[in-house]
């Protein structure tokens, strides 16, 4: 699937958007998920029985509102980044704020997932594919965390008028981080939820 | 990156999401089921990631090294993703 947008660069940007530090930062995250991903496929494979049992204990429908959620809050966040590169502040500001409130959705669904598990009495040592589960899952819980205390911080600065066509680099490099949690989760809901 | 192209990525962002619903929850109906399903979730997976990397994180006109970087690194996790499947088979 290839897209092609409407500009074109004939000599590519060196860098990418926003703080080359935090690209090393989200390597690094990136990283540890694939760690994560690889011991959660490769522990399936020594209990597939189990994993696929437990699989259907999960509420998959939860998981896709939670992947639209989070696609949607980066799309927000994308929409945010390109009003502000065109000295729109304000709708900025606002994008933000729709992309928090679907970050926030997602805690929502999460914590009602969650709830649902604990009062059926399921925890860390429930089983391998619970253990694995409620961890991964809840890793990237607090990533989604991190990138709405990120994104409010983006909200707060943008409304100020902190950010403009000339001083792109907070909003592109908070904004970076949160399609990161975006990129972890649409590989972790596949995985976690739907392949069997 | 102008606002017409993100609101595209998203519809097909959601359209894919659909899909891998769809595949969870009818696949194994409609003979969409084990290493097929699996091929297919990896796809739409790599598919929606690479949207994701080169249109929000905004890496589509910027030197290959990082896009490599970042779409290498979704295809190591569905590669390894799949040969922990494959394992599962035999």
């Known amino acids: 699937m290839d897209i092609a947008p409407d500009t074109h660069h004939t000599v590519p940007a060196s860098a990418p958007p926003g703080d080359l530090a935090i690209w090393f930062f989200i390597l690094a995250e990136l990283l540890a998920f694939g760690v994560f991903f690889a011991a959660y496929a490769f522990g399936r494979a020594h209990n597939v029985e189990l994993f696929n049992e437990m699989q259907q204990t999960l509420d998959r429908k939860a998981g896709a509102v939670n992947t639209v959620l989070l696609i949607t809050a980066s799309w927000c966040v994308a929409r945010a980044v390109e009003a502000v590169g065109r000295s729109r502040p304000a ?9 928090i409130a679907c970050g926030g959705g997602f ?18 040592s ?15 819980f607090m990533h989604v965390i991190l990138g709405l205390v990120i994104l409010v911080a983006l909200w707060v600065k943008t409304r100020q008028g902190a950010y403009g066509p000339a001083d792109m680099n907070g909003i592109e ?7 990161m949690v975006d990129l972890v989760w649409i590989v972790l ?3 976690v939820y739907v392949m069997r | 990156m102008n606002t017409r192209h993100l609101n595209t990525v998203w519809v097909v962002l959601m359209l894919a999401t659909l899909a891998t619903l769809g595949i969870g929850e ?40 990082w896009r490599g ?21 035999k």
């Open chain 1, 189 to 191: 809901f596949p995985l």
């Open chain 1, 126 to 140: 429930t089983n391998t594919f619970y253990m694995f589960y409620l961890s991964l899952t809840f890793f990237h």
């Open chain 1, 173 to 179: 490099s908070g904004a970076a981080y949160w399609h």
């Open chain 2, 26 to 65: 009818f696949g194994a109906r409609f003979g969409l089921a084990g290493p097929l399903a699996m091929a297919a979730l990896l796809a739409i997976c790599f598919v929606k990631g690479r949207l994701v990397v080169l249109d929000f994180m905004g890496l589509r006109g910027v030197k290959f090294f």
């Open chain 1, 107 to 124: 805690l929502v669904v999460k914590g009602f997932e969650y709830a649902d598990k604990i009062s059926a009495g399921i925890n860390l």
């Open chain 2, 69 to 89: 970087l970042l779409l290498g690194w979704l295809l190591l996790v569905s590669a390894l993703i799949a040969i922990a499947y494959w394992i599962a088979l």
């Open chain 1, 91 to 99: 709708t900025g500001a606002r994008w933000l704020l729709a992309g």
